[in-house]
């Protein structure tokens, strides 16, 4: 049998407030241990915490940019547990009366974003920690309080590649908002994968495993591919799966088994009473409002119904906001034609950089701009802008100028092209004679020849025109 797997994803996501979710506190970045605290974020008896402003209207501002519905008003609650990094007992997240509802990215539903606070940190200090001979964990509570906004999808991902893809989706947005600095190795952007499976074609939902906290695209893939397999394994030699939480060993591609899955009465979720709800003011939203730029979905939609772009092309540059903003900026300089210089960015300019960011690197946006605009005059033509290009990337410069240094100028000398293909077709007697037989199979064997004895400067097509011409066909 065949089966569909399913997945909804749970995000989180450090908003980039200046200080914690209840405290004024301000947000630590690797300062010493215990360094960022006060008696509320140490869960001090007594200690009363307020509601961070600045980190509500972030968490509108997701809920704008995922379309969601936002509540008037909404509700902290408080999730009970034990746990060593948790000191008051009880996380303060919300419940049933989350800051957003609905909307979607993409093709992905979401199902609520709302706020909370993070977990301290506990470190394994490992045998050089030990206390009467027992290894020790220490905690550092100065991540304890920080703000997270998480984001829960509809079940809708069906394969762990979208759930990579449309992550990174969401990683640029959420980028591009302003509202994190969504640093997955150091865990201001964190997922949990829920997956099952069913036979193709059944409505139903199997029952889910969640894999916990994944921190990079790569290991979000392989280990939601782990667990596809892993539950095909179990369905197909006849077990059931168990609902269960998981933990992915990227090292080994092993799956463990963390703990039997928690249900929500177990958290004895209950109203917080040190807090008021919180009530979205007119003057509040519209701060949101104002501070959404456009995001990358609307973005590459521009690119394509404006531009012209291929979708495919208008998602590789909208989908990474650095080139993005490196093609707008170099459309601008000489009205350069939208389609060639795309295709030049996404084609070659990214296979050279890698993950360089192109605002770093030395190629500026009106040179890129300017070498387009060579190759369209024919001034020179694509075997020689790729050298010009490879210069760009290495040295920076001006391509005109790299054009005149370097002699790759376009042939537009005919005498010295017309040398270049009889030369070629007196190497090659065998496929001139072929090709006069009409067989044109072999004009690229001409054509190469013609392109190294020029150095990739004469044009592919003229050559071929030229080369008919010569032989009367
Ligand atoms: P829980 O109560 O276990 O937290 P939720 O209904 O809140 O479950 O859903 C948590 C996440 O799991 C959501 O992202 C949701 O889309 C996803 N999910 C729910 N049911 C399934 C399923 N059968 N298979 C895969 N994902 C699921
Ligand atoms: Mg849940
Ligand atoms: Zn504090």
Redesign the pocket.
């Known amino acids: 049998m065949n089966y569909e797997p399913?997945?909804?994803?749970?995000i989180h996501v450090q908003l980039s407030t200046r200080t914690k979710m209840f405290c004024g506190c301000e947000l630590s970045f690797g300062e010493p241990p215990n360094t960022r605290t006060c008696p509320v974020c140490l869960g001090l008896p007594g200690a009363l915490p307020v509601a961070n402003e600045e980190a509500i209207r972030l968490g509108l501002m997701i809920g704008l940019a995922l379309e969601c519905d936002l509540a008037p008003t909404s509700i902290f609650h408080r999730k009970n547990y034990f746990y060593p990094d948790l000191p008051k007992g009880y996380q303060i997240s919300q419940y049933d009366e989350p800051l957003c509802r609905g909307g979607h990215l993409g093709d992905v539903r979401i199902?609520r974003v709302h706020l909370e606070e993070d977990a301290a940190k506990l470190v394994h200090a490992g045998s050089s920690g030990r206390i009467h001979g027992s290894e020790a964990s220490v905690v550092d509570f100065n991540r304890g309080g920080t703000p997270l906004a998480e984001i829960?999808?509809?079940?809708d991902v069906r394969s762990a590649e979208q759930a990579s893809e449309w992550l990174r989706l969401l990683r640029t947005t959420l980028r591009r908002l302003g509202v994190s600095d969504v640093n997955m190795e150091e865990g201001s952007l964190r997922c949990d994968a829920?997956?099952?499976i069913r036979p193709v074609g059944s409505q139903e939902?199997?029952?889910?495993t969640e894999l916990k906290n994944m921190n990079s695209f790569r290991f979000i893939q392989r280990g939601i591919e782990a667990e596809i397999a892993r539950q095909k394994g179990i369905v197909e030699s006849g077990g059931q799966v168990e609902q269960e939480t998981l933990h992915f060993d990227p090292a080994t591609g092993s799956i463990t088994s963390l703990r039997s899955?928690e249900e929500?009465h177990d958290y004895r979720y209950f109203p917080e009473p040190d807090l008021i709800p919180i009530a979205i003011t007119e003057e509040l939203l519209a701060s949101a409002r104002a501070a959404l730029p456009e995001l990358p979905a609307a973005r590459a939609q521009r690119f394509e119904s404006e531009l012209g772009l291929s979708a495919d092309t208008a998602k590789l540059l909208a989908f990474r906001t650095e080139y993005a903003d490196f093609y707008e900026e170099a459309l601008e300089g000489n009205g350069s034609e939208p389609v060639p210089l795309a295709n030049w960015i996404t084609n070659e300019l990214t296979a050279r950089l890698g993950d360089e960011d192109p605002q770093q690197s030395k190629v500026s946006p009106a040179a890129l701009a300017q070498l387009v605009g060579l190759v369209s005059e024919k001034k020179v033509t694509n075997a020689g802008a790729r050298q010009v290009l490879d210069k760009l990337v290495a040295d920076g410069g001006d391509p005109a100028a790299i054009v005149e240094a370097e002699g790759l100028g376009a042939l537009d000398d005919t005498g010295e092209l017309d040398g270049a293909i009889d030369a070629a077709l007196a190497a090659n007697p065998d496929i001139a004679e072929r090709l006069r037989s009409g067989d044109m199979k072999p004009m690229g064997v001409i054509i190469g020849h013609v392109m190294r004895e020029t150095k990739g400067r004469a044009d592919g097509g003229e050559v071929t025109r030229l080369v008919r011409s010569k032989l009367g066909l």
């Open positions: 399913v997945i909804g994803l749970e199902h829960v999808t509809e079940p829920n997956i099952s939902f199997g029952t889910k899955k929500a």
